[in-house]
T-cell receptor, first 114, second 114 residues
């Protein structure tokens, strides 16, 4: 399985500011995803990060709030914009390769918004 | 649409007790089924998977059998340890060779006490 790293691992931010989370994979992967896990909850898919094109967002998530970049097959960023306390969550990056049905996850970024 | 249901937690067990976490699913066709584990403060790790009916996935003493007739994928372990304390997520994916959204259950929190 791929080795996935995320930076930062945690952060405490003030409301109204933005935070960019990085996801790096040690091998080229086909699909990269961003999830949100609110406290005590399951995972919710935010978007699929598409290499060289705009991300595909799930219902309830918009590009203005969660801009995503994927400049190549091993790297993606998620920005949480104009943050409010409701954005306090764990944000997880995951990857999947062609011809497999398994997603592998990064360690997550724990965000607290004051 | 596809869905996953898990038994509600939290589950508290004594060390060396037998563990069962129930998982049932609704899906068309023959999805792949997964158990992920999230240890405190960490991301999700793939624990085991099964891709067709009657397959048994196993890892670290955990087992789960893909039961098509009961649409279930219950997680079992014969003797739990304190280090097994974590949140366990049952999940499914409908596509075996290309991308489809992974559907996660709500998670079951397990605490093992000495």
């Amino acid at each position: 399985s791929a080795v996935i790293s995320q930076k930062p691992s945690r952060d405490i931010c003030q409301r109204g500011t933005s935070l960019t989370i990085q996801c790096q994979v040690d091998s080229q992967v086909t699909m990269m995803f961003w999830y949100r896990q609110q406290p005590g909850q399951s995972l919710t898919l935010i978007a699929t990060a598409n290499q060289g094109s705009e991300a595909t967002y799930e219902s309830g998530f918009v590009i203005d709030k969660f801009p995503i970049s994927r400049p190549n097959l091993t790297f993606s960023t998620l920005t949480v914009s104009n943050m409010s306390p409701e954005d306090s969550s764990i944000y997880l990056c995951s990857v999947q390769t062609t011809r497999t049905d398994t997603q592998y996850f990064g360690p997550g970024t724990r965000l607290t918004v004051l | 649409g596809n869905s996953v249901t898990q038994m509600e937690g939290p589950v508290t067990l004594s060390e060396e007790a037998f563990l069962t976490i129930n998982c049932t699913y609704t899906a068309t066709g023959y999805p792949s089924l997964f158990w992920y584990v999230q240890y405190p403060g960490e991301g999700l790790q793939l624990l085991l998977k099964a891709t067709k009916a009657d397959d048994k996935g196993s890892n670290k003493g955990f087992e789960a059998t893909y039961r098509k007739e009961t649409t279930s994928f219950h997680l079992e372990k014969g003797s739990v340890q304190v280090s097994d304390s974590a949140v366990y997520f049952c999940a499914l994916s409908s596509m075996k060779t290309s991308y489809d959204k992974v559907i996660f259950g709500p998670g079951t929190s397990l605490s093992v006490i000495p």
